[in-house]
């Protein structure tokens, strides 16, 4: 079965240092893998996602997620962080089966203090 | 940009009324989805929906729910006659192709109260 884990339900940073969210999956096969955002009434919105080649990915907003079969994480990171940067943030699974959904992590409040 | 739009934005209802929610997808895309995410918890699938029929389902998609694209460019949730348990955030999404890799575009979601 697949499955998600966001361990963290809430990440605190300082302005300018640098980010992790993290996040592992559990899929048989090879991963899709994404990362959403969802700030304040809005719904989510596409970050960035790994689907095969370079293990390291560049999204929006400057975030990149680093894919790694061994550990089966997909950790969402950013060099420097914004204020504005504060929302929820959500990682996503799906695996490559026909039949296989995306599945959702709980999310991680990540807040960036000024 | 296009957007994927719901409305309406908050609905109130009382337990065993019937709830319709409205999602304007992407205009060239051809699936679309329905979740759910009660408050604090994780989004679920409900349903993905392609050429005027439910392609998947989850267990949580049960008889009292339907989805339908009325038109062109609708596609609704109907909840028959809604739960206290039904209370949510309920997101709308759409994709343009079904590959697993194709990203799904999400609405800002219709947050329904049952009371």
């Known amino acids: 079965a697949q499955s998600v884990a966001q361990p963290e339900d809430q990440v605190n940073v300082a302005e300018g240092n640098p980010l992790t969210v993290k996040c592992t999956y559990s899929?048989?096969?090879?991963?899709?893998l994404f990362w959403y955002v969802q700030y304040p009434n809005r719904g989510l919105q596409f970050l960035l996602k790994?689907?095969?080649?370079?293990?390291l990915v560049k999204g929006s907003y400057g975030f990149e997620a680093e894919f790694n079969k061994s550990q089966t994480s997909f950790h969402l990171k950013k060099p420097s962080a914004l204020v504005s940067d504060s929302a929820l943030y959500f990682c996503?699974?799906?695996?490559?089966?026909?039949?296989?959904?995306?599945?959702f992590g709980k999310g991680t409040r990540l807040h960036i203090l000024p | 940009e296009p957007e994927v739009t719901q409305t309406p934005s908050h609905q109130v209802t009382q337990m065993g009324q019937e709830v319709i929610l409205r999602c304007v997808p992407i205009?060239?895309?051809?699936?679309f989805y329905w979740y759910r995410q009660i408050l604090g918890q994780k989004v679920e699938f409900l349903v993905s929906?392609?050429?005027?029929?439910?392609?998947?389902k989850s267990e949580i998609f049960d008889d009292q729910f339907s989805v339908e694209r009325p038109d062109g460019s609708n596609f609704t949730l109907k909840i028959r006659s809604t739960k206290l348990e039904d209370s949510a955030m309920y997101f709308c999404?759409?994709?343009?192709?079904?590959?697993?890799?194709?990203?799904?575009?999400f609405g800002p979601g219709t947050r329904l109260l049952v009371l």
């Open positions: 899929v048989s096969g090879n991963p899709y």
């Open positions: 205009s060239n895309h051809l699936y």
């Open positions: 929906f392609y050429n005027n029929e439910i392609s998947e």
């Open positions: 790994y689907i095969t080649g370079d293990n």
């Open positions: 996503a699974v799906r695996g490559q089966n026909r039949d296989d959904k995306i599945i």
């Open positions: 999404a759409s994709s343009a192709l079904s590959t697993g890799q194709e990203t799904q575009y």
